[in-house]
């Protein structure tokens, strides 16, 4: 489509530059739709009327936002005027880049024009030891630590679209990969707890602030402390005997914060440590509403410093609310953070992200919060990629500038923002564990299409899960999915065409995998013939054969996928996985020929009585469990 304007700042032209191919765009003297462009206090308005355009808008933010929406509707409209008023002041996106998948610096600014067009505002990139800091050479070593001008380069381009990049890190919890060398023997009560009260550990945090920011513009930072559950109760225990937790987490938090203030920076905190120590009952409630804010506790917590409520679960609007009112007594608006579900699992849960999402933004405009972040975790590996939470940050985009949101909006939308028709394929992607069988939105987690890849083919600790009918569906279910992708591969270029690849590769190994443990066993123990075993194992175009193509097609597939988005740094994790899957396989199909020929008596492993996976909440169906590598694959020690 081709456009002209009014006298338009340079950075404007700049910017839209850097989003024409997006937007399929080109920029003429005078052909095309005349767009005329006005800054002024107010709503985002735009409007198309006898071929003569209008762009209102407040904020840098704002205008990209109105482009995406006049294009939208131009293409098919001849006239249209829509007003959207801003719902949040920041609204943003925080990707973990922490757990192995660090993501390199083109990828970020790919992600950053999908964000201005969507109307985000905010960034942040979740750092625990992924960043340099200066005479800590152990720090982030050999995990792709982003050196300052690779953040500077970000957050430079994301100034350029008005994203503001926040620095995420940790001052207290969550640093066991910082502190597992030698260097932190006189800072770490726990593996992953700094020790309080320790002189060592604020000249320690001290540099981590100032490095990390020195590389942004923005004096916000985020300090992290969350999910320290045990700090006061290690090395801190033995040098000081029982002490007041609280009162240990207020004086960290004390200390901390005279350092931001030294800085000039302007700190903000997970909250959810508050909620766990004032709790008189805690029962593994993260953010237990009874927990006691009273006047004398709260007059014992530092001033100075931001909550953000954090919270991935909760699907009524309802409770939201109370905890976003119990939030206020800990002294200012707290600012929001949900999840787009996308950790410890191959594929992405939009089941649980909807349900959890939509009714968490509702409550916070109704509550008048004004700033949120929607987190992308990428816990146990970093198995799922990044690409596949932009429906997500559509979902965020929507309601931070109306109020009805629904499917149909978000499609359309996402595809304005991104060039490409993205949303019912990435959406559909939660079908690769809402299998049948499992509850519609997988609010539990599930994540079969991770545990039934890895678990070990002869030891088979989810077997129980997959017997009989449940199991029975999944290898035509997953043979569907593998057709799929395979289209959908089909559909887009690289990255999203590598992403797809690899949904086809994973699916045609799970049309095997899935029930592989279950159909060995009854091969093994309901028929006497042992040749037919054989035949299943170790026959040239056998199934365990034909699966060991399909893992070692799968590997380079996800191998690709990874090293488009992310730096190296962390695949030799999951390169392991995928050898000791391969390792393993080769070792069944060692014990079944010892077997068979002779050398051996009977398999121990597939003697051995298979059990449900004994987990916390298990529910009546035999596939909603939610499993990490490390449980599925062995029950012995990985020391």
């Not at 990969?177 to 000249?203: C, F, R, S, V």
Request: charged letters at 25%.
């Amino acid at each position: 489509m081709k456009i002209h304007f009014d006298k338009l700042p340079d950075t404007l032209v700049k910017g839209i530059s850097e989003l024409a191919e997006i937007l399929d765009i080109r920029i003429t003297g005078e052909e095309g739709i005349k767009i005329q462009v006005i800054q002024a206090q107010g709503p985002i308005r735009v409007s198309l009327q006898d071929g003569e355009g209008l762009i209102g808008y407040q904020e840098t933010i704002h205008f990209y936002r109105a482009l995406g929406v006049f294009l939208e509707q131009a293409r098919k409209d001849a006239h249209f005027d829509i007003t959207e008023e801003p719902k949040f002041d920041f609204n943003g996106t925080m990707l973990d880049v922490s757990r192995n998948g660090v993501l390199k610096v083109p990828v970020i600014k790919q992600f950053i024009r999908y964000m201005a067009l969507m109307g985000l505002n905010g960034l942040m990139m979740y750092t625990e030891d992924i960043y340099e800091v200066e005479d800590q050479p152990y720090f982030g070593y050999m995990r792709g630590r982003y050196t300052a001008s690779e953040m500077k380069e970000c957050d430079d381009y994301a100034d350029l679209f008005g994203i503001e990049m926040i620095p995420c890190i940790q001052t207290l919890g969550h640093l066991q990969q910082a502190l597992k060398w030698g260097y932190a023997a006189d800072i770490k009560d726990h593996a992953d707890i700094l020790l309080a009260g320790e002189p060592k550990t604020y000249a320690f945090i001290e540099q981590m602030i100032t490095a990390v920011s020195s590389m942004f513009r923005s004096k916000r930072i985020h300090i992290g402390m969350d999910e320290a559950f045990q700090v006061g109760l290690g090395k801190y225990l033995k040098l000081n005997g029982m002490q007041d937790r609280f009162q240990i987490m207020n004086d960290h938090v004390s200390q901390v914060l005279a350092i931001t203030e030294r800085l000039g920076l302007q700190p903000m905190i997970w909250s959810d440590m508050y909620f766990n120590l004032l709790a008189n009952d805690y029962q593994g409630v993260l953010y237990n509403v009874d927990a006691d804010f009273s006047e004398d506790n709260m007059s014992r917590i530092p001033k100075g410093v931001q909550f953000v409520y954090w919270d991935y679960g909760r699907r009524d609007e309802e409770g939201y609310e109370r905890l976003f009112e119990k939030h206020l007594k800990l002294g200012s608006k707290p600012i929001f953070a949900g999840g787009i579900h996308m950790w410890n699992s191959m594929s992405p849960n939009n089941g649980k992200t909807w349900m959890t999402s939509q009714p968490a933004l509702r409550a916070a405009k109704n509550k008048g919060v004004r700033e949120v972040i929607a987190t992308a975790w990428g816990d146990n590996g970093n198995e799922t990629n990044h690409l596949v939470i932009l429906a997500g940050l559509q979902l965020f985009a929507e309601h931070g500038y109306g109020e009805a949101v629904d499917d149909d909006l978000l499609a359309s939308r996402l595809a304005a923002c991104t060039g490409m028709d993205l949303f019912d394929s990435l959406n559909a992607l939660k079908d690769m564990d809402e299998v049948p069988g499992v509850s519609e939105g997988n609010h539990w987690m599930a994540n079969p299409s991770k545990y039934l890849l890895w678990q070990d083919p002869l030891l088979g600790l989810l077997d129980k899960h997959v017997e009989g009918e449940a199991g029975s569906v999944l290898p035509d279910h997953y043979t569907k999915l593998e057709k799929k992708w395979q289209q959908n591969k089909e559909q887009f270029t690289a990255p999203f065409s590598h992403l797809f690849e690899f949904y086809e590769k994973l699916a045609s190994v799970l049309v095997i995998k899935s029930t592989l443990g279950v159909t060995l066993r009854k091969l093994y123990h309901d028929d006497g013939d042992k040749s037919q075993l054989a035949e299943f194992a170790a026959a040239i175009d056998s199934p365990i054969s034909i699966l060991k193509l399909r893992i070692e097609e799968l590997r380079i597939s996800h191998r690709r996928l990874w090293m488009s988005t992310y730096k190296p740094f962390g695949w030799e994790v999951l390169d392991l996985r995928y050898g000791g899957l391969f390792a393993r396989i080769s070792s069944t199909q060692d014990r079944i020929a010892d077997y068979v020929e002779g050398h051996i008596d009977q398999i121990e492993e597939l003697e051995a009585e298979r059990l449900l996976f004994d987990q916390n909440g298990l529910t009546d169906k035999p596939l909603e469990v939610n499993v990490t590598y490390q449980a599925a694959v062995t029950a012995s020690s990985f020391l």
